[in-house]
């Protein structure tokens, strides 16, 4: 098993920044993918970013690229998303998410965390 942790949400305003840390335990080694979804009120859940746990891979949501950066810290067992430039359509509850091919049409979710709360104002 592997349980997930965020921390780092919040309110900010728009045009504003926070990060978001997802820490991981238990059976870390079987995680290949870490990455981010987010759901807001009345909306299904979407795909944010995701990162290969060994480094190689990152991928981002289209309404995100460019403003979002995920980074992990394999020493941690830590994984991060830096949000830049918020707004207010950014606000949701954002969930971290390990699994196989996170970002890609094959993803499967194997752990979610128990999200963290995300709010920009205008």
């Known amino acids: 098993q592997v349980q997930l942790v965020e921390s780092g949400g919040g309110l900010v305003q728009a045009g504003g920044s926070l990060r978001l840390a997802c820490a991981a335990s238990?059976?870390?080694?079987?995680?290949?993918?870490l990455g981010w979804f987010r759901q807001a009120p009345g909306k299904e859940r979407e795909f944010v970013a995701a990162?290969?746990?060994?480094?190689?891979?990152?991928y981002y949501g289209d309404s995100v690229k460019g403003r979002f950066t995920i980074s992990s810290d394999n020493a941690r067992d830590t994984v991060y998303l830096q949000m830049n430039s918020l707004k207010p359509e950014d606000t949701a509850i954002y969930y971290c998410a390990a699994g196989p091919s996170l970002g890609t049409s094959r993803a499967r979710i194997d752990y979610w965390g128990q999200g963290t709360q995300v709010t920009v104002s205008s």
């Open positions: 990162r290969s746990w060994s480094g190689g891979s990152t």
């Open positions: 238990g059976r870390t080694l079987t995680i290949s993918d």
